[in-house]
């Protein structure tokens, strides 16, 4: 019964999954990319949690701890890339002579 709950939550795991890629493909601006790569990471994680209790070996948790530390320190490069590109051009706004003669 384990083993079947098991699978049915790796299935909807893997749809949901699915789902983000679609997301991170597609998605109409970068923040919505962005937050499809950080949800997909987390299902990536959780599928690696999953099947580490499926085949009862213990080394799936410490796999599990590094991806998730890796796809955090991932993000939050990317939402700084994000950011600084943002600034940047408003940056360049700011610095062009205005003409309104005044």
Request: glycine share 8%.
């Amino acid at each position: 019964m384990k083993v079947i709950f098991l699978d049915a939550a790796l299935l909807f795991l893997f749809v949901l999954l699915l789902f983000c890629i679609l997301r991170a493909v597609k998605g109409p601006g970068s923040a919505d990319r962005i937050i499809a790569v950080n949800v997909g990471t987390t299902i990536t994680a959780a599928i690696i949690g999953i099947f580490g209790v499926r085949s009862d070996e213990a080394f799936f948790a410490d796999v599990t701890f590094i991806y998730v530390i890796l796809s955090f320190m991932a993000v939050v490069v990317l939402v700084r890339v994000y950011l600084a590109g943002k600034t940047r051009g408003q940056e360049g706004k700011e610095d062009q002579p205005d003409d309104s003669g005044i």
